[in-house]
T-cell receptor
Framework: NAGVTQTPKFQVLKTGQSMTLQCAQD?????MYWYRQDPGMGLRLIYY???????DKGEVPNGYNVSRLNKREFSLRLESAAPSQTSVYFC???????????FGEGSWLTVV | TQLLEQSPQFLSIQEGENLTVYCNSS?????LQWYRQEPGEGPVLLVT?????EVKKLKRLTFQFGDARKDSSLHITAAQPGDTGLYLC????????????FGTGTKLQVIP
């Protein structure tokens, strides 16, 4: 099983550029999440989607947009990247009635 | 906003010592997970606890969920260098969807 797949793994952007991080899960999970993790810190929730067609803001949504394209895919878009968005981004998914979060392998983003 | 605070934030101990990491919140969670994360990788699930007062053991690791389901602890007996990593707790709430909140993280270094 692929689980949760994120792309790209690494990306360097210039300030002001835009990009989209892609995430897909093949476990038929309802809920999907985007987190960011800064050095030595825990994960902070950017956006989440409880089901296809719904999205909600998390702790740190500013500067990001998301799309729950279908049940499998949840993308994160940076419209105008800023150095403060340099971070590691993790996509995750979970069943509504489940207790275990499954993480992707992470996307390392650097904004210069 | 539901907050999960972990303590200590950093811990450096000698091989063979015991340690306890705490995860505290003012909110009630339906379940709580503990993860370990190594540099350059995503978090890996160690355990999920769902019942107040529950104790789970995983080899030298003992996890406890508080009676009121607001706090948890991770105890490591006879720590080994392979235990080195970032330990994260994460609480999940029920109610139509799963919103998961991560703790601030505890960085553990076990010195040989």
């Amino acid at each position: 099983n692929a689980g949760v797949t994120q792309t790209p793994k690494f990306q360097v952007l210039k300030t002001g550029q835009s990009m989209t991080l892609q995430c897909a899960q093949d476990m038929n999970h309802n809920s999907m999440y985007w987190y960011r993790q800064d050095p030595g810190m825990g994960l902070r929730l950017i956006y989440y989607s409880a089901s296809e067609g719904t999205t909600d803001k998390g702790e740190v949504p500013n500067g990001y947009n998301v799309s729950r394209l279908n049940k499998r895919e949840f993308s994160l878009r940076l419209e105008s990247a800023a150095p403060s968005q340099t971070s590691v981004y993790f996509c995750a998914s979970i069943w509504n009635s489940g207790n275990t979060i499954y993480f992707g392998e992470g996307s390392w983003l650097t904004v210069v | 906003t539901q907050l999960l605070e972990q303590s200590p934030q950093f811990l450096s101990i000698q091989e063979g010592e015991n340690l306890t990491v705490y995860c505290n919140s003012s909110s009630v969670f339906s379940s709580l997970q503990w993860y370990r994360q190594e540099p350059g990788e995503g978090p890996v699930l160690l355990v999920t606890v769902v019942t107040g007062g529950e104790v789970k053991k995983l080899k030298r690791l003992t996890f406890q969920f508080g009676d009121a389901r607001k706090d948890s602890s991770l105890h490591i007996t006879a720590a080994q260098p392979g235990d080195t990593g970032l330990y994260l707790c994460a609480g999940a709430t029920s109610g139509g969807y799963q919103k998961v909140t991560f703790g601030t993280g505890t960085k553990l270094q076990v010195i040989p």
